[in-house]
């Protein structure tokens, strides 16, 4: 049972231009929800985060739009740089879980020259 | 450096040995989770710590494995008769406790190979 999906394993984008990363969610109880980006033999490094009550936040080239009636949220990297190709998790959190993350697949960003 | 740490980074080991690693958390935070990643897939939660007590253990969590976390600083996490599925990436990450959700911060995590 996926409750964190990304249906996009991979996606190449060209320098400059924006990066759209999906995540969608099947559990009504998540109320926070993060991003994480991982390099190769690393761990996770946190990017940006958004609470439920909120529908857009945004930190410098990284917003994160949630959209609940959807369960979807949405992760726009711009200007993309070669140095965000990496792999992107979509995570989520419940209230009363203690913050356990629920991550989904991940998405394979490439930016390219 | 004041972010997770973890020990060691790589571990290979012969199937049916016990392996043990360790996490340090950021000092100030008092939740401490371990988490399992496989290849292709994200992470997922094994088991996590307030302070010292260890509250919640995923079913992924088969009796061989152990976690601790004494007077609730560093944590350990132990597998005992090792086995090839449990090759995989632990990661350890800690957090603050708060009313709405907050981010984990990761380490570099471990890789375990079980030959």
């Known amino acids: 049972d996926q409750q964190v999906k990304q249906n996009s394993p991979s996606l190449s984008v060209q320098e400059g231009r924006i990066s759209i990363l999906n995540c969608d969610y099947t559990?009504?109880?998540?109320?926070?929800f993060l991003w994480y980006k991982k390099y190769p033999a690393e761990g996770p490094t946190f990017l940006i985060s958004?609470?439920?009550?909120?529908d857009k936040n945004e930190d410098g080239r990284f917003t994160v739009f949630l959209n609940k009636s959807a369960k979807h949220l949405s992760l726009h990297i711009v200007p993309s740089q070669p140095g965000d190709s990496a792999v992107y998790f979509c995570a989520a959190s419940a209230a009363g879980t203690a913050s356990k993350l629920t991550f989904g697949t991940g998405t394979r960003l490439q930016v390219t020259l | 450096d004041t972010g997770v740490s973890q020990d060691p980074r790589h571990k290979i080991t012969k199937r049916g040995q016990n392996v043990t690693f360790r996490c340090d958390p950021i000092?100030?935070?008092?939740?401490l989770y371990w988490y399992r990643q496989t290849l292709g897939q994200g992470p997922e939660f094994l088991t996590y710590?307030?302070?010292?007590?260890?509250?919640?253990k995923s079913r992924l969590l088969s009796d061989r494995f152990s976690a601790e976390r004494p007077k609730g600083s560093f944590s350990t996490l132990e597998i005992q008769r090792t086995e090839q599925g449990d090759s995989a990436m632990y990661l350890c990450a800690s957090s603050f406790e708060r009313t709405l959700g907050t981010e984990a911060f990761f380490g570099q995590g471990t890789r375990l190979t079980v030959v």
């Open positions: 559990n009504s109880m998540f109320d926070y």
């Open positions: 958004i609470s439920s009550i909120k």
């Open positions: 000092s100030e935070h008092n939740r």
């Open positions: 710590f307030q302070n010292e007590a260890q509250l919640e």
